[in-house]
């Protein structure tokens, strides 16, 4: 069984440009979650789509947006960036039985690091 | 304002020695904890996790306690092996949504 894709590894942009992040889930799992990690801040949650609706969000900026279509892929935007925004973006996918992560083991993609010069 | 908190960046501990890994949390809702594993260049993976219920939980080498009382949890890995060298998250989760800690690196020395 193929595990989360995220697509692309790496990626490097300019301030005040926007990016667009792919994540493909396993075959199968309904819930996909975005994680922002950054040196010594761990894994900030960022959002979570379910059945192509928003279930839950973190406290991000409105710059950070995702979807989800039907076919449990998603996409997590990024506008007009600052150079804070560098990290490693982490996607997470889980069957979405019951309320949610907390309850049904997430299994995480490589991330896309991304550099905003 | 940091909810989940693991205090010690990093840790090294001889193989086939007890590796004792801990996290502190601020919020007495938080019901449920996880700890994942991270290799460089991969995403974690989950690891083991413990209800508030519950005071201990094991898994083969891996054993999580809970200590409610002082908000705090330990994850134990006897004995430790050089494979075991990863980042390791704390997470806590009040129902519907997780808080990961900082992670703390640990090397296994053979």
């Known amino acids: 069984k193929a595990g989360v894709t995220q697509t692309p590894r790496y990626l490097i942009k300019t301030r005040g440009q926007q990016v667009t992040l792919s994540c493909s889930p396993i075959s199968g799992h309904r819930s996909v979650s975005w994680y922002q990690q950054t040196p010594g801040q761990g894994l900030q949650f960022l959002f979570e789509?379910?059945?192509?609706?928003?279930?839950n969000k973190g406290n991000f900026p409105g710059r950070f947006s995702g979807r989800q279509f039907s076919n449990s892929r998603s996409e997590m935007n990024v506008s007009t960036l600052e150079l804070g925004d560098s990290a490693l973006y982490l996607c997470a996918s889980s069957l979405g039985i019951g309320a949610g992560p907390p309850r049904d083991t997430q299994y995480f993609g490589p991330g896309t690091r991304l550099t905003v010069l | 304002d940091q909810q989940v908190k693991q205090n010690s960046p990093s840790l090294s501990v001889q193989e086939g020695r007890i590796s004792i890994l801990n996290c502190d949390y601020t919020n007495s809702m938080f019901d449920y904890f996880l700890w994942y594993k991270k290799y460089p260049a991969e995403g974690p993976t989950f690891l083991i996790s413990?209800?508030?219920?519950?005071d201990k939980n094991e898994d083969g080498r891996f054993t999580v306690f809970l200590n409610k009382s002082a908000k705090h949890l330990s994850l134990h890995i006897v004995p430790s092996q050089p494979g075991d060298s990863a980042v390791y998250f704390c997470a806590a989760s009040n129902y519907d949504k997780v808080i990961f800690g900082p992670g703390t690196s640990l090397s296994v020395i053979p």
């Open positions: 413990i209800s508030s219920i519950k």
């Open positions: 789509y379910f059945s192509e609706t928003q279930r």
